[in-house]
C-alpha cells in the first residue's frame, strides 16, 4: 500500500503519520503510479514526506536505509553524475514559474542505474515555508531505448557520412521534406524538390519545402507502395555532374493516394566515373585513342536506326598509302607514329559526333550522321584526301616519294532504311578505284 510518511529528526514519525487521512484520497494516492514525495526548497533540500513507491525505486526496505542512502536530502537522492545538471535545470525552471520537469539517475545503494521522470511544484505554505511537491516515475527502460536509438543514429551517421549517403523522407500531402546527411557538402548547394523526387507518380506538384538537418534513422515499415532503382546525375553548384543511385519508395494510403516518398541518393559517383573510363578504354584502339572496330559498329548500327540518320549518312574507308614500305623500311614505330598522325588528323577534320575508327592495320573509317551528298561533303572529301597530316620529322634518308598519305573511298546515301553492310560494299568500291587512279585521292559513290 502506498502511504506517505513523515520524517522527524531523520526517521519516521512514532505514529507513521499519514499526510492523507481521508480513506478516499488515500485510495487515490494508492493508485497514482511512481513515487511521491515532499522537500525543502532552499540550499540543503531536506526531504520532508516520502512514499513506500520511492523506498521501492531505491531498492530500500526501510526509510533508514533510504537515509542512509541519500542523507535525508533531494540532492542526495539523485546521481551524483547529474546532480550539478539537475539543481541548475529546476532552478532556472522555477524562475519562470512553479513547477519543474527534469530526468536524473537516482543515487541507488546498490549502484544500479535507474532513471526517474521528476514532475515537481514549488509550494509556499501558510507559515512561509517553501516546498517541492513531486512525483517520480521509473523512465529507465525509455531511457535504455533512448540510448540505443541514439547509438544507432550515430552509427547511421558515421556510414552516411563515409559513404557520402543522402536519405530523404518527402510528405506528400503537406508538401514538407526531410533531407537526412551532408548534401550540401556533395553537391555544393541545397537540395531542391526535383534532386529528390525524379520520377513524378503523384497527382499533385511536388515543390516542397526542405529540412535539412543531422541523421535520423527512417524505421518505416514499407506496406504499400513502388519502388524505384535507378542511376541518375545531379547537378553541383559548378554544373558537374555528379553520379548517384536514386532509391525511392512511394507509399500510398488506403485510397490509393501519395503519402510520402522514403529513399535514398547512394555516392556512386567514383564507380561510375571508373566504369566509364575502363569502359572508354575498351572501346579505344591502344595505339591511336580513337574508336576501335567493334565500339565503331555498335555505334553506327545504333546510328542507322535513328533519327539522326532521317536525312541521309555518309561512310569513309580510309588507306594509308606507302604504310607496308614505311613499316618495312624504317621500323614499327615510324609505322605507329604515322597511324598515330593519321587518327590525329581525322579527328580534327570530322565532327566531335561523327565516329572515327581504327578497323585494323592501316584500315580507317569514318561514319557521319546527317552528312548526305551535296557541297558540305565534297569539302569534307577534299579536305581529308588533300590535307597534310604528317607534323613530326622523317627519317632523313626517306624517300619523298615515300611520305605517307590517305586515299578515301566514300559513300554516301539519303535512303531510309540502309544497313552498314550495304555502305560498307559501296565505300570499299570505291576506295578500289580511288587507289587505281593513284595516291591522295578520294573517290565517292552515291548510294541510291
Not at 49 to 57: A, E, K
Not at 79 to 107: C, F, K, M, W
Not at 125 to 145: L, P, Q
Not at 419 to 443: C, I, N, P
Amino acid at each position: 500500500m502506498t502511504t506517505f510518511h513523515r520524517v522527524t529528526e531523520g526517521k519516521l514519525g512514532s505514529h507513521d503519520g499519514c499526510v492523507i487521512e481521508d480513506e478516499v484520497s488515500q485510495e487515490f494516492l494508492d493508485r497514482i503510479p511512481g513515487g511521491l514525495f515532499r522537500y525543502r526548497a532552499d540550499d540543503a533540500g531536506t526531504i520532508d514526506y516520502v512514499s513506500r513507491d520511492v523506498l521501492t525505486l531505491f531498492g530500500c526496505s526501510t526509510y533508514e536505509e533510504f537515509c542512509a542512502a541519500t542523507g535525508n536530502v533531494f540532492p542526495g537522492m539523485v546521481h551524483p553524475d547529474d546532480r550539478e545538471r539537475i539543481i541548475r535545470e529546476i532552478s532556472e525552471q522555477i524562475s519562470h514559474g512553479n513547477t519543474d520537469a527534469v530526468t536524473y539517475r537516482l543515487n541507488r545503494p546498490d549502484g544500479e542505474e535507474l532513471w526517474v521522470d521528476d514532475r515537481g511544484r514549488y509550494v509556499v505554505d501558510d507559515d512561509g515555508a517553501a516546498w517541492f511537491y513531486v512525483t517520480v516515475i521509473d523512465v529507465t527502460e525509455k531511457m535504455r531505448y533512448q540510448k540505443s536509438l541514439e547509438r544507432a543514429n550515430e552509427r547511421l551517421e558515421i556510414l552516411t557520412v563515409l559513404s557520402h549517403d543522402v536519405m530523404f523522407d518527402i510528405d506528400c500531402q503537406d508538401q514538407t521534406g526531410e533531407v537526412f546527411g551532408d548534401f550540401d557538402a556533395r553537391f555544393g548547394r541545397p537540395p531542391v524538390s526535383e534532386d529528390l523526387i525524379l520520377r513524378k507518380r503523384c497527382d499533385r506538384e511536388c515543390s516542397i519545402d526542405l529540412t535539412v538537418h543531422d541523421i535520423d534513422p527512417l524505421r518505416s515499415v514499407v506496406e504499400r507502395g513502388s519502388f524505384v532503382d535507378m542511376e541518375t546525375a545531379l547537378k553541383s553548384a559548378d554544373d558537374e555532374s555528379i553520379w548517384c543511385r536514386y532509391q525511392s519508395f512511394v507509399l500510398f494510403d488506403e485510397k490509393g493516394c501519395p503519402l510520402r516518398h522514403v529513399g535514398r541518393l547512394l555516392d556512386t559517383h567514383e564507380m561510375v566515373m571508373r566504369e566509364a573510363s575502363l569502359r572508354r578504354r575498351a572501346e579505344l584502339d591502344g595505339l591511336t585513342g580513337i574508336f576501335n572496330r567493334e565500339a565503331a559498329m555498335q555505334r553506327i548500327d545504333l546510328a542507322l536506326t535513328g533519327e539522326e540518320c532521317a536525312g541521309g549518312c555518309s561512310l569513309f574507308l580510309i588507306d594509308v598509302d606507302n604504310f607496308k614500305q614505311v613499316n618495312d623500311g624504317f621500323g614499327h614505330p615510324e609505322g605507329d607514329r604515322v597511324l598515330q598522325e593519321i587518327a590525329k588528323f581525322l579527328s580534327r577534320n570530322m565532327r566531335k559526333d561523327d565516329v572515327v575508327a581504327r578497323l585494323g592495320g592501316d584500315e580507317f573509317a569514318v561514319f557521319a550522321a546527317g552528312l548526305a551528298p551535296g557541297p558540305a561533303l565534297d569539302r569534307v572529301l577534299a579536305a581529308l584526301s588533300g590535307g597534310i597530316y604528317a607534323r613530326s620529322e622523317r627519317p632523313e634518308d626517306m624517300p619523298a616519294d615515300l611520305q605517307p598519305s590517305i586515299t578515301v573511298g566514300a559513300a554516301s546515301t539519303t535512303r531510309s532504311p540502309v544497313t552498314f553492310d550495304e555502305l560498307y560494299q559501296v565505300a570499299d568500291e570505291a576506295l578500289y578505284v580511288a587507289k587505281r587512279a593513284g595516291k591522295s585521292r578520294a573517290t565517292l559513290r552515291v548510294l541510291e
